[in-house]
């Protein structure tokens, strides 16, 4: 299976910023679907933001206008650009591919995360 590994994370004030990357075993331009997910103590993770193959980009409601997402096909990297963090972003935040499947459900791979933790 592909290899997703997560980094960029570490501690940061609020209001501060950080940049995540996702290196991939493999060109992401095989996946029609890349995603970050995050998970804090005692929260289900959780879809923060979506790119699909050509760039197109979603936000989950909580990050919008605070993060973008971007991905380098020709690198094999995905990036989660994080400016303005709150207290709330505070969590492990995972890197995720997805390849559709005809014939059933979509294939889906899971980097190992990387910790993000905001506070004062």
């Known amino acids: 299976q592909v290899q997703l590994v997560e980094s960029g994370g570490g501690w940061v004030q609020p209001g501060g910023s950080l940049r995540l990357s996702c290196a991939a075993s493999?060109?992401?331009?095989?996946?029609?679907?890349m995603a970050w997910y995050r998970q804090a103590p005692g929260k289900q993770r959780s879809w923060v933001a979506i790119?699909?193959?050509?760039?197109?980009?979603n936000y989950a409601d909580s990050v919008k206008g605070r993060f973008t997402v971007s991905r380098d096909n020709a690198k094999n990297m995905m990036y989660l650009q994080m400016n303005s963090l709150k207290l709330e972003d505070t969590a492990v935040y995972y890197c995720?591919?997805?390849?559709?499947?005809?014939?059933?459900?979509?294939?889906?791979?899971w980097g190992q995360g990387t910790q993000v933790t905001v506070s004062s």
């Open positions: 790119i699909t193959r050509d760039g197109n980009p």
């Open positions: 995720k591919a997805v390849r559709f499947s005809p014939g059933g459900s979509p294939l889906s791979s």
């Open positions: 493999e060109s992401v331009a095989r996946f029609n679907l």
